[in-house]
């Protein structure tokens, strides 16, 4: 004898049903992109490809570098907002410009804190100043009197308005009391081609980007950010030795869009850092400068909102605008 089941009862298991949360065991399901701000080449598409080639044999799914320029970013990251919320659009970016820009532009399409979602921290990066070694500038202390004895005559590259290039040199001008014209270029690498070029006197980038340039000669490093040396670059000085207090750590992340499920970001995170911290993908950063990191959840949302606040105050001070 067959018993009939309340019609409340079928209503409440399908409504449970409903809101349980989205099963993550079948991600990815089709291919993945990866939206990097900024053209092939520049330390971000590096990590980004590193990252891409292990995380596609592990999800048995393409992963492919999208390289979305403009806006100084701003457009790919309105492009991550924007996309489908289930994890299969990924944006990698490094904390400048991510940051900065709703302070340096008047109109921003998004909002960093509420319209994207953190998914995992995956380097902390150490940037070099480079200058050109027709200069002749073989110090920081060089690299001041010359500023001093000419204001504006020296000049630096930068990945464009309001990228990190940009932002922390004018942090090295404020603390060093010097007058550099900017030059901003479309991307890292571009801007890079114009320091060895000898189109432009200096540049400060991702030591993942200059470390080659460096040992052969191409360019000369003065200076890295953070408070201790970086072993490829032994002649550099830290930042910090110089300036206490006025250096503020980089880094690098990855963030999806906002409504994702949270099930699907925890295993992007799982899954990222399991490539990211693998010896033979982690030896390869440290090799080129970075440090993997790792750090993921509210720990790293924490690390995003805190920064926002530091910019924004430095960049009210010092009445920096990119538009």
Request: proline share 9%; no cysteine.
């Given at each position: 004898m067959h018993r009939t089941i309340p019609v409340l009862v079928v209503l409440s298991i399908l409504t449970a049903a409903a809101a349980a949360p989205v099963p993550a065991q079948?991600?990815?399901?089709?291919?993945?992109?990866?939206?990097?701000?900024?053209?092939?080449?520049?330390?971000?598409?590096?990590?980004?490809?590193?990252?891409?080639?292990?995380?596609?044999?592990?999800?048995?799914?393409?992963?492919?570098?999208?390289?979305?320029?403009?806006?100084?970013?701003?457009?790919?990251?309105?492009?991550?907002?924007?996309s489908a919320p289930d994890g299969h659009t990924l944006l990698v970016i490094s904390s400048t410009p991510l940051v900065t820009q709703?302070?340096?532009?008047?109109?921003?399409?998004?909002?960093?804190?509420?319209?994207?979602?953190?998914?995992?921290?995956?380097?902390?990066?150490?940037?070099?100043?480079?200058?050109?070694?027709?200069?002749?500038?073989?110090?920081?202390?060089?690299?001041?009197?010359?500023?001093?004895?000419?204001?504006?005559?020296l000049n630096y590259a930068s990945a464009g308005n309001g990228s990190g290039q940009?932002?922390?040199?004018?942090?090295?001008?404020?603390?060093?009391?010097?007058?550099?014209?900017?030059?901003?270029?479309?991307?890292?690498?571009?801007?890079?081609?114009?320091?060895?070029?000898?189109?432009?006197?200096?540049?400060?980038?991702?030591?993942?980007?200059?470390?080659?340039?460096?040992?052969s000669g191409k360019a000369h490093a003065l200076m890295v950010t953070g408070a201790s040396p970086l072993e490829p670059l032994p002649g550099a000085v830290p930042f910090d030795s110089l300036y206490p207090g006025l250096d503020i750590p980089t880094w690098h992340g990855i963030f999806t869009a906002p409504a994702t499920p949270r099930p699907v970001i925890e295993k992007l995170a799982q899954d990222i850092r399991q490539v990211l911290l693998s010896p033979a993908i982690s030896s390869r950063f440290r090799e080129l400068g970075i440090e993997p990191s790792g750090v993921s959840g509210a720990k790293f949302d924490a690390i995003v909102r805190q920064d926002y606040e530091r910019w924004g105050e430095i960049i009210r001070k010092n009445n920096l605008r990119a538009d």
């Open positions: 079948d991600f990815p399901s089709k291919p993945v992109r990866l939206v990097v701000p900024f053209p092939p080449g520049g330390p971000l598409d590096i990590g980004g490809r590193l990252l891409g080639k292990d995380l596609q044999e592990l999800w048995k799914q393409p992963v492919i570098v999208e390289n979305r320029v403009g806006g100084s970013g701003t457009i790919a990251v309105n492009s991550v907002v924007k709703p302070h340096l532009f008047q109109k921003v399409p998004y909002d960093v804190v509420k319209d994207l979602a953190p998914v995992i921290q995956t380097t902390l990066s150490t940037f070099a100043l480079l200058t050109n070694p027709k200069k002749g500038i073989t110090s920081v202390r060089e690299l001041v009197e010359q500023a001093r004895k000419a204001p504006g005559v940009h932002l922390l040199m004018e942090l090295f001008k404020s603390a060093a009391n010097v007058n550099l014209t900017h030059v901003p270029y479309k991307g890292a690498a571009p801007a890079l081609q114009g320091l060895i070029a000898g189109e432009v006197d200096m540049m400060l980038e991702v030591a993942v980007a200059v470390v080659p340039l460096v040992k």
